[in-house]
């Protein structure tokens, strides 16, 4: 039975090697929908290519370029945000894969499994904010979250060796990102090119830039508190710069299950789509002896604040994580921009944090007001300290 898939975010990192997966894994999957924000010329190409059924481009800015770019193919051209969200209701779709960046994943993330569909989820972003209402949407509609990022990806299936009131931890395993063995006065100088240069992965500049702050891992701590539904006091982020192990399950019996492949997210990828069977598939066989020695260590908690701070977070629940993701989402930008430094990241989701009243037990309509306050929080800030200078 052919699979439809669904790629929201097509043109981005994860999107792209999506893509790649689905052209390796024959006709059995077919691509059905594409999104973009504002990247026409790619999406255009994408159409062209894989011929889609529908195509969302989210800045609805960019509309009328699309379809002056893709000429009289047939397909239908969504726009806005609201765009993602039809895609996610179609009859025709089985499987949603969440590949956009930041919290502007999380309406079409909740359709999706609200209709019942399979979620890949790569946007981390959606279950930062609306883990809980996601998780339990997709329980009462009886399918299934499956997670994309390659830590979440590796709990998974690890999981899948015992049951789950037999787990004892779950350990994320972390490269430790550009600044591992840097100290606090080390990150005061840090440059945008340093911080953009990640070791191991090779991705989307937001997620590289949460890596290097480890606010990344942070939000895998709170992700996987809602994935697996695991109290935070069981998670335990490991420092592994090799990235061959995606992270391990320790069962009561004292048995600790690994996943282990080469670094390339096409692996976990492939696997969300084609779950619950294995294929074969275009990804680079792992020979352990050619990576000879795997490494370990503890995370450095007072070098990395972000990651402490996401501990607390993932305790504290209600508003904080939506407060955290927007409050350094927005801050990512700013850094991007040139208008921060690499600390201020850090310091400014810590302020709003410690600002923030926390609420529980609230709607998503609650949750994403407290994603704008935090932004305007950041943005205030910044141009106060900004205009202080000038
Ligand atoms: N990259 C990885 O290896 C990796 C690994 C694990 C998890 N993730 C997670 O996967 C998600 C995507 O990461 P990425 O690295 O692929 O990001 P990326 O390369 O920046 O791509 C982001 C995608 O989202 C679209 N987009 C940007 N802003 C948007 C908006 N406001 N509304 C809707 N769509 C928007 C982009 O369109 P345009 O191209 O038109 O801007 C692009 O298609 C993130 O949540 C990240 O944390 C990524």
Redesign the pocket.
């Known amino acids: 039975m052919t699979r439809n898939i669904a790629i929201?975010?097509?043109?981005?990192?994860?999107?792209?090697?999506a893509l790649r997966v689905i052209d390796g894994l024959g006709p059995e999957y077919a691509i059905v929908a594409l999104?973009?924000?504002?990247?026409?010329q790619?999406?255009a190409e994408q159409t062209k290519r894989h011929e889609p059924k529908f195509v969302a481009?989210?800045?609805s800015d960019y509309a009328a370029a699309l379809r002056e770019l893709i000429g009289d193919l047939d397909v239908e051209v969504l726009s806005g945000?609201d765009g993602?969200t039809e895609i996610a209701e179609l009859e025709g779709v089985d499987i949603v894969l969440?590949?956009?960046?930041?919290s502007?994943?999380v309406r079409s993330a909740l359709a999706t499994v609200r209709a019942g569909k399979r979620l890949a989820i790569?946007?981390?972003?959606?279950l930062i904010i609306a883990g809980e209402l996601l998780t339990k949407a997709a329980k009462e509609n009886g399918t299934t979250i499956l997670p994309?990022?390659?830590e979440h990806s590796a709990i998974f299936q690890a999981m899948l060796s015992g049951s789950h009131k037999e787990v004892r931890r779950i350990i994320l395993t972390a490269s430790g990102g550009p600044f591992r063995k840097a100290t606090v006065e080390d990150l005061q100088n840090v440059t945008l090119e340093q911080a953009l240069a990640h070791p191991v992965?090779?991705?989307?500049?937001?997620?590289?830039i949460?890596s290097a702050t480890m606010v990344?891992k942070a939000?895998e701590v709170i992700a996987a508190r809602w994935l697996f539904d695991i109290p935070v006091e069981k998670i335990e982020v490991l420092v592994h710069p090799e990235s061959i192990v995606h992270s391990l399950v320790e069962f009561v019996d004292g048995s600790v299950i690994a996943q282990l492949g080469k670094p390339d997210?096409r692996l976990?990828i492939q696997y969300a789509l084609t779950y619950p069977s294995r294929v074969p598939g275009i990804c680079e066989r792992l020979r352990l002896e050619e990576v000879g020695k795997l490494t370990f260590e503890s995370p450095n908690l007072e070098v990395f604040r972000g990651l402490s701070l996401g501990f607390e977070v993932a305790r504290t629940g209600g508003t904080a994580a939506a407060v955290f993701n927007a409050a350094n989402e927005a801050a990512v930008e700013e850094f991007l921009a040139g208008r921060i430094r690499f600390v201020n990241i850090v310091e400014l989701v810590e302020h709003c944090l410690n600002k923030n009243r926390v609420k529980r037990h609230v709607s998503l309509d609650e949750l994403l007001e407290a994603d704008a306050w935090a932004r305007r929080e950041v943005r205030n800030k910044v141009q106060k300290c900004v205009g202080a200078k000038s």
């Open positions: 929201l975010g097509s043109t981005g990192s994860v999107g792209r090697n999104s973009a924000h504002s990247n026409v790619l999406l481009i989210t800045n945000l993602l969440s590949a956009v960046v930041g502007a994943g790569a946007n981390k972003e959606s994309v990022d390659s992965w090779s991705m989307g500049p937001k997620i590289t949460d990344n939000f997210m976990p």
